[in-house]
Every structure is written in C-alpha cells, then in structure tokens.
Nanobody
Framework: VQLQAFGGGLVQAGGSLRLSCAAS????????MGWFRQAPGKEREFVAN????????YYSDSVKGRFTISRDYLKDMVYLQMNSLKPEDTAAYYC?????????????????WGQGTLVTVSS
C-alpha cells in the first residue's frame, strides 16, 4: 500500500486548508484511513480516522468541530478539511492506513504511512 499526502501550506490563524491523501496498491476493501500529525519536538499524534466501508469517523478532542475527514470511494482518496486553524495546529500531517474496521488511534496500529505534508499556521 502506497500513500501520498499533499495539500499543506502556510495559512493565517482562522483560515482553512484541505489535505488530500491518495492511496494505491490496496488489496483489501476493509480498512481504516487516518490522519496524524507531528509538531516539532513532539510525538506523532492522532487527528482523525474513517472506516472506509461504513464512513464512520472519529476525531481527537483537539480538532473536533474544526476538522472533517472524508473519503472519495471511487478515487480512493481521503481528505482532511481543516477550518478555524490555530497556531498549535502547526505540524507535519501524515495519512496512514490499517486493515480492519476498528477506529484505532495508536500510531503503532497503522502499518502504512505516507510522507508528511507540512501545515504552518501563523498567528
């Protein structure tokens, strides 16, 4: 499974960005796609995930109500719409994937990772 994330950039506080993640090489139709982020000097943390088949979603408390994860079933793409961005959202954002149906949030639960895309929110 290959994942490629893109769409990061520089945005002012209160602004919006949409991240995209393209997946290829998948052999299963039962899997979860997730977004994680890692700020400088901090550990990678969970942001949001989605069950590919059912569309069920789960968010971290820090982004709930501001970020929305979605998928395009036909294009095999997953998106992260980020609104009301804050300086503390500054991080490299990674998409990840795991087989199965459980919306797990641990970094170690995801064997497949894309490269990070950098999001910088200025105050």
């Amino acid at each position: 499974v290959q994942l490629q994330a893109f769409g990061g950039g520089l945005v002012q506080a209160g602004g919006s960005l949409r991240l995209s993640c393209a997946a290829s090489g998948r052999t299963s139709t039962t899997y979860v796609m997730g977004w994680f982020r890692q700020a400088p000097g901090k550990e990678r943390e969970f942001v949001a995930n989605i069950n590919w088949r059912t569309g069920n979603k789960y968010y971290s408390d820090s982004v709930k109500g501001r970020f929305t994860i979605s998928r395009d079933y036909l294009k095999d793409m997953v998106y992260l719409q980020m609104n009301s961005l804050k300086p503390e959202d500054t991080a490299a954002y990674y998409c990840a994937s795991r087989e199965g149906t459980m919306l797990l949030t641990g970094v170690r639960e995801y064997p497949y990772w894309g490269q990070g895309t950098l999001v910088t929110v200025s105050s």
